[in-house]
T-cell receptor, first 110, second 114 residues
Framework: DAKTTQPNSMESNEEEPVHLPCNHS???????IHWYRQLPSQGPEYVIH???SNVNNRMASLAIAEDRKSSTLILHRATLRDAAVYYC???????????FGKGTLLTVNP | NAGVMQNPRHLVRRRGQEARLRCSPV?????VYWYRQLPEEGLKFMVY????????ESGMPKERFSAEFPKEGPSILRIQQVVRGDSAAYFC????????????FGPGTRLLVL
């Protein structure tokens, strides 16, 4: 399974943008880049996903490098409710097993 | 629109008892996945089911664990003769299709074995 590498933790201030990086140098051509987040004592929540082009939705933006070996999840204005563990996961094609690593623990300061 | 529903949300069992965890996927989704999260660890894939079929159970312990997704009704994860090491959060996810489709997770069932 293709692996991803994320920083263990990041910190942000409320209402500031947050850029969460992810490296996936062994990504295959059929792998989608998914981002999930998990708030304490809750199930993982889908955030966004993409294949090659940058993607935007109401929650976040996903910027994908041209060579697809890295991506960045962008929260445009962090709120206290965005404090969670963020997971960058590769899936798609025949790879339906989501592999959750340690993710990035995002702390948002008021 | 109801998301993935799981019940019970919390389950306490004594060693040797059986635990039954239920998962109702998003309406219209025919693919169900079960994951387990041990304390202080990440989620680990257990099993992937379609209606009436087990597609991949490679992540499920060989003994005591079974899963089903009948034609009618919720998916069931069954753990027989529970042991303390089974204490974990069990999450169910569903997707409309398999390949490249997003999986949507339920709130989980937290199993505590005394």
């Amino acid at each position: 399974d293709a692996k991803t590498t994320q920083p263990n933790s990041m910190e942000s201030n409320e209402e500031e943008p947050v850029h969460l990086p992810c490296n996936h140098s062994t990504i295959s051509g059929t792998d989608y880049i998914h981002w999930y987040r998990q708030l304490p004592s809750q199930g993982p929540e889908y955030v966004i996903h993409g294949l090659t082009s940058n993607v935007n939705n109401r929650m976040a933006s996903l910027a994908i490098a041209e060579d697809r070996k890295s991506s960045t999840l962008i929260l445009h204005r962090a709120t206290l409710r965005d404090a969670a563990v963020y997971y960058c996961i590769l899936s798609g094609g025949s790879n339906y097993k989501l592999t959750f690593g340690k993710g990035t623990l995002l702390t948002v300061n008021p | 629109n109801a998301g993935v529903m799981q019940n019970p949300r919390h389950l306490v069992r004594r060693r040797g008892q059986e635990a039954r965890l239920r998962c109702s996927p998003v309406k219209g989704h025919s693919h169900v996945y079960w994951y387990r999260q041990l304390p202080e660890e990440g989620l680990k894939f257990m099993v992937y089911l379609q209606k009436e079929n087990i597609i991949d159970e490679s992540g499920m312990p060989k003994e005591r664990f079974s899963a089903e997704f009948p034609k009618e009704g919720p998916s069931i994860l069954r753990i027989q003769q529970v042991v303390r090491g089974d204490s974990a959060a069990y999450f169910c996810a569903s997707s409309p299709l398999k390949q490249g489709e997003t999986q949507y997770f339920g709130p989980g069932t937290r199993l505590l074995v005394l």
